[in-house]
């Protein structure tokens, strides 16, 4: 009698169990936090910072949030004062990443918003970059310079030049660019380094090395079309740089591609999971341009209601004081023989030359076409007035800031625009 009764208890309690379980699934968070069922290295990490934080009993973290992990997240959540729903969002990992500053830890402003430029030496003696800095620092909050590349063996191959130490002098910060961009993206590469931990590793005590000795602030992971396959890989590259930043405060950003969904199949963009990146860096550069490119066909760099798709769905899944809208001071040149890009200095030289501006309604950006030798050319680009309404994406959407490519791009007028909507 006694064993069917426990037989009786037993089976009950497993009914409440696996409806609880059904429960739970049924009514999963809308923003697709941490729940019961979900797996991989997000909850392997959020299992690492419960136990540290003395919510999760001692063991293997098993990367899979099951009873345990839930009854861990439900005594935080009653600890704190939170919603207890037993679902890891935003609140619950402020908590548990004490470490990690949400009130974009990177910058007191020039500006009322932040400026940042990638600062490039596309050859020996390109100073274009230079001289922008030299001219315009007194807006600019940081660099990004795009100097060290990375090989298979994690190594990094560049120098830091001479920008570093202009920056210094002109109070804007440095930031470190890791990048896998020689003739080409260099797809191969990323690939070997980010799935071998060895490799990874290696990559990331060479950053650490390089910011140690040359002065930077901090790094911008910049590494493109990385393969939907290292989606966690890439994951735990930045996740580990994080850990190892710790100790020195070294800024953790990261440039992305831009993307309007999250389809982790994508060829292009579905390695980079937007929550997890935005969770974990100081400052996401999203690449807001290249919609249209010189291999593409010819249309605008950045319409207008594009860059609203994309910003319409980054800030659902990454804090808008941790983002930074990429501007383009560039726009395409299309002929029958191809595409090129082309300045903002060298557009205003062809509309000086050529004349014919005209613009977009639909898209919000001008476009020109011109005959040399016969030859149709057709060019999208940007000028003060599609850049002062990109620059009114910011302050709608309540951005930290921008992030220009490239410096040296641009003129005169670019900056009486910035430095007019964003003026204190």
């Known amino acids: 009698?006694?064993?069917?009764?426990?037989?009786?208890?037993?089976?009950?309690?497993?009914?409440?169990?696996?409806?609880?379980?059904?429960?739970?699934?049924?009514?999963?968070?809308?923003?697709?936090?941490?729940?019961?069922?979900?797996?991989?290295?997000?909850?392997?990490?959020?299992?690492?910072?419960?136990?540290?934080?003395?919510?999760?009993?001692?063991?293997?973290?098993?990367?899979?949030?099951?009873?345990?992990?839930?009854?861990?997240?439900?005594?935080?959540?009653?600890?704190?004062?939170?919603t207890v729903d037993g679902v890891v969002n935003e609140p619950e990992w402020q908590l548990l990443t004490g470490d990690v500053d949400f009130n974009n830890p990177l910058i007191s402003t020039k500006l009322r918003k932040a400026v940042i430029g990638?600062?490039?030496?596309?050859?020996?003696?390109?100073?274009?970059?230079?001289?922008?800095?030299?001219?315009?620092?007194?807006?600019?909050?940081?660099?990004?310079?795009?100097?060290?590349?990375?090989?298979?063996?994690?190594?990094?191959?560049?120098?830091?030049?001479?920008?570093?130490?202009?920056?210094?002098?002109?109070?804007?910060?440095?930031?470190?660019?890791?990048?896998n961009i020689g003739s080409k993206i260099d797809t191969e590469t990323a690939h070997i380094v980010l799935s071998d931990t060895k490799k990874r590793r290696n990559l990331e005590q060479n950053i650490l090395a390089v910011l140690r000795s040359a002065g930077y602030d901090g790094v911008n992971i910049d590494l493109e079309g990385i393969l939907p396959e290292d989606r966690e890989n890439y994951n735990l590259l930045i996740r580990e740089l994080k850990e190892l930043f710790k100790p020195d405060g070294f800024l953790l950003t990261v440039s992305i591609p831009a993307k309007t969904a999250d389809n982790p199949a994508d060829l292009w963009n579905g390695a980079y999971d937007y929550k997890t990146i935005g969770r974990l860096a100081d400052l996401v550069m999203l690449m807001t341009y290249d919609e249209h490119w010189f291999g593409s066909e010819p249309g605008p760099v950045a319409s207008v209601p594009w860059v609203e798709r994309v910003l319409s769905y980054t800030v659902g899944v990454i804090p808008r004081d941790k983002l930074l809208m990429g501007i383009a001071a560039y726009g395409y040149d299309w002929s029958a023989t191809g595409g090129r890009a082309v300045t903002w200095r060298e557009v205003n030289n062809l509309v000086s030359w050529y004349g014919n501006v005209q613009w977009d309604n639909y898209y919000s950006v001008p476009f020109m076409e011109y005959y040399n030798e016969e030859e149709r050319h057709e060019v999208w680009f940007e000028n003060v007035y599609s850049l002062r309404i990109k620059l009114g994406l910011v302050e709608k959407y309540g951005l930290a800031g921008i992030a220009i490519w490239r410096l040296g791009f641009e003129d005169e007028s670019f900056w009486e625009i910035v430095s007019d909507t964003f003026a204190n």
Not at 61 to 82: K, N, P
Not at 119 to 132: A, C, I, K, M, T
Not at 163 to 174: E, H, K, Y
Request: proline share 2%; charged share 20%; glycine share 12%.
């Open 118 to 179: 990638y600062y490039v030496e596309d050859y020996p003696g390109d100073r274009l970059s230079y001289n922008s800095l030299a001219d315009n620092g007194k807006h600019i909050d940081c660099i990004v310079t795009f100097s060290f590349l990375v090989d298979r063996d994690g190594n990094l191959n560049g120098e830091a030049g001479e920008g570093v130490d202009l920056a210094g002098r002109m109070n804007v910060r440095s930031l470190l660019l890791v990048h």
């Open 1 to 82: 009698m006694r064993n069917r009764l426990y037989l009786v208890l037993f089976l009950a309690l497993a009914a409440c169990f696996f409806w609880f379980l059904w429960a739970s699934a049924a009514f999963a968070v809308p923003d697709g936090g941490l729940q019961l069922g979900s797996r991989g290295g997000d909850v392997g990490y959020l299992q690492e910072r419960l136990k540290e934080a003395g919510f999760y009993p001692s063991g293997e973290m098993s990367c899979y949030f099951g009873l345990t992990t839930y009854l861990a997240v439900i005594a935080l959540e009653r600890a704190a004062g939170l």
